[in-house]
């Protein structure tokens, strides 16, 4: 349903919090400046009285003098202030709306955020909240500003001859008539301009990110081809914006200054009827057409508002995401449960159907079976990641759904296939915004084997990581993830074969440190690489949207027919023996 534009304005200012009151303040002294507009038309009507009436002395020209200058400076004093106390109350708005839709991020499902794609997010969070920056400390105050100088001044014009003062707004009645035909239908213009950015945001970033892949097969050009597609559609849209909105922009500007067509003619007929003075006529013919000229700004100021309107809407629109609110403490046991769960990313293909697990407390259980099985799901849903549709997952004999998520989050550890770090120092890195101290953080990193590599780096745990960690290779950033791990000491522990990209000659200090992590705690196992399994106490075997079995190596391998033939698969390969012709043989 559309909002209306006071509503979204209240939003606006409701975000600000207390904030608000600068913006109040701007708004005060806009006013006031606004007010002073009508002084040197006062002023310049007085001296031109005196001097047809041959009254005007050097004394009356220095006080209006005084008064007028005296206007205009605390025209652009006020205006200046204001200026200041909106820029204030801007930023620490933005600083607070941009907060408030990262905290939000962080308590909605991973499932309502992968519905948009990054390029959105990354819209909203620079573009669209760029746009009510501009609004708050530009936009507020000059809209006041522009639109209390000409009221002030019409009513001036009124006190001195109500007919003509009416007659001036005739061009002001026909500028609105023409903006209202400017804006008609931009809602949705803006909104299609609002997702071409969007679109070429995504491509954008797809295209960078994956520059890699992208040369490694030659895609250049196809690829450059997407992102070229997106400018151009981007492009387009703002020539037909161009198009639809020139013309009446240039009809406005017209009518806008007309103004002298009508008082020249008008005023003089009846000057010279004597029905109004010499002053009266040469204020209103050459000053009072002038003043509707300070409008102006206002049609640009119109279509930017249009822009705010859209960037409000789209804040809202992640802010309304409806977040896990609320919840009980994490339970003191940290046994899992799956009661017949069933889930699909879409709602509609069943991932997981009716799939029932139970872990205990201190157990340290694998998952395995084929690609695409459904391994991750399970371990996601645990974390709360994705709500299951179906069914209940239980930690201590509570339902995750009832304990306050980020204590959740705080007390599940993930180690994922993929290490994201952050462009950070390496500590920060590991220490992820927790208040570890540097031992603590090198405790961590020397169970994760990581810790030599670190000192040996030019500036040891201060070195800065490279864009997207580049300067680490696959192995150490997973060394660093199992040192977050570690830090973070939580009693459940998921490692989604964290090991993989492991380098072999560390692969056993990292098997004894993952052992180490894992003491104590509930451990889950996504494993494609069944060596890691014999460490487990028990097995479980993904396939057919569900759990078929689960037990100990010996019985699952008895059995389960998938996790037979895999076992006896991954043992024939490693007892495959390479022979190089005239060496001697490998064993792998
Ligand atoms: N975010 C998502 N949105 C939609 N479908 C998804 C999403 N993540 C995974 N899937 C689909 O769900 C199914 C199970 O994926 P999942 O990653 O759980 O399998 P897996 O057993 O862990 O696979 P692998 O061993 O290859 O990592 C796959 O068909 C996958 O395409």
């Not at 205990?360 to 694998?366: N, P």
């Not at 849903?381 to 304990?403: C, H, M, P, S, T």
């Not at 670190?454 to 680490?472: C, E, H, K, Q, W």
Request: glycine share 8%.
């Amino acid at each position: 349903m559309k909002q209306k534009i006071g509503d979204q304005l209240a939003t606006l200012l409701q975000w600000a919090g207390k904030d608000k009151y600068f913006l109040y303040l701007s708004v005060l002294l806009s006013f006031i400046s606004g007010l002073c507009t009508m002084v040197p038309y006062y002023g310049v009507y007085k001296i031109m009285e005196y001097t047809y009436s041959n009254t005007c002395t050097k004394e009356i020209l220095m006080r209006y003098g005084f008064v007028i200058g005296a206007a205009v400076v605390v025209r652009f004093f006020f205006f200046g202030m204001s200026g200041v106390s909106s820029h204030k109350g801007a930023y620490n708005a933005l600083y607070k709306v941009r907060c408030m839709v990262i905290d939000h991020m962080a308590k909605v499902p991973l499932g309502n955020l992968s519905e948009r794609n990054t390029g959105e997010i990354k819209t909203v969070l620079n573009e669209n909240i760029e746009k009510l920056e501009l609004f708050l400390a530009h936009h507020l105050p000059e809209l006041v500003y522009y639109c209390v100088g000409p009221v002030a001044v019409f009513f001036y014009l009124c006190t001195v001859n109500w007919k003509l003062a009416i007659i001036t707004l005739v061009p002001l009645i026909l500028s609105f008539v023409v903006m209202g035909v400017m804006f008609r239908g931009t809602d949705q213009m803006m909104e299609r301009a609002n997702r071409s950015i969007s679109s070429l945001n995504a491509t954008m970033i797809e295209y960078i990110s994956g520059m890699k892949v992208i040369k490694a097969y030659s895609m250049g050009s196809r690829s450059f081809k997407k992102y070229s597609d997106a400018v151009e559609d981007e492009h387009s849209v703002w020539v037909e914006i161009s198009k639809r909105m020139g013309p009446p922009y240039a009809a406005y500007v017209i009518i806008i200054e007309c103004g002298l067509l009508l008082m020249v003619p008008i005023g003089g007929y009846w000057f010279m009827k004597g029905s109004v003075g010499a002053s009266t006529f040469i204020l209103f013919a050459f000053i009072g057409s002038l003043y509707l000229t300070e409008l102006r700004p206002l049609q640009e100021l119109g279509s930017n508002f249009a822009q705010v309107l859209n960037g409000v809407r789209k804040v809202e629109e992640i802010l309304n995401i409806p977040a896990y609110e609320g919840g009980n403490d994490f339970p003191k046991k940290h046994d899992i449960v799956l009661k017949n769960v069933t889930f699909a990313y879409d709602g509609e293909t069943n991932i997981l159907q009716n799939c029932n697990l139970k872990i205990k407390d201190g157990e340290k259980i694998a998952l395995v079976g084929r690609s695409g099985a459904g391994k991750s799901t399970i371990v996601e849903l645990i974390a709360r990641f994705y709500d299951v549709q179906q069914g209940a997952i239980e930690i201590g004999g509570k339902n995750v759904k009832d304990i306050d998520y980020e204590t959740l989050l705080k007390n599940v550890s993930f180690v994922f296939q993929k290490t994201f770090l952050t462009r950070d120092s390496v500590l920060e890195n590991i220490r992820m915004g927790s208040n570890a101290t540097l031992e603590q953080v090198r405790f961590a990193a020397k169970q994760a084997q990581i810790d030599d590599f670190i000192m040996a780096l030019p500036n040891g745990y201060d070195t800065l990581v490279g864009s997207f960690g580049s300067r680490f290779s696959g192995g150490e950033k997973q060394r660093i993830a199992i040192a977050r791990a570690i830090l973070k000491n939580a009693p459940i522990l998921i490692l989604d074969e964290a090991t993989s990209a492991a380098d072999p000659e560390n692969q056993v200090e990292i098997d004894k440190a993952i052992h180490n992590l894992c003491k104590g705690k509930t451990v889950i196992i996504v494993a494609h690489r069944l060596g890691v399994v014999r460490q487990c106490d028990r097995v479980g075997v993904v396939e057919n949207h569900t759990i078929t079995c689960f037990g100990s190596h010996n019985i699952v391998k008895e059995k389960n027919e998938y996790y037979h033939k895999a076992w006896n698969n991954y043992e024939e390969a490693r007892g495959i023996s390479y022979s190089v012709e005239g060496g001697a043989a490998y064993e792998g």
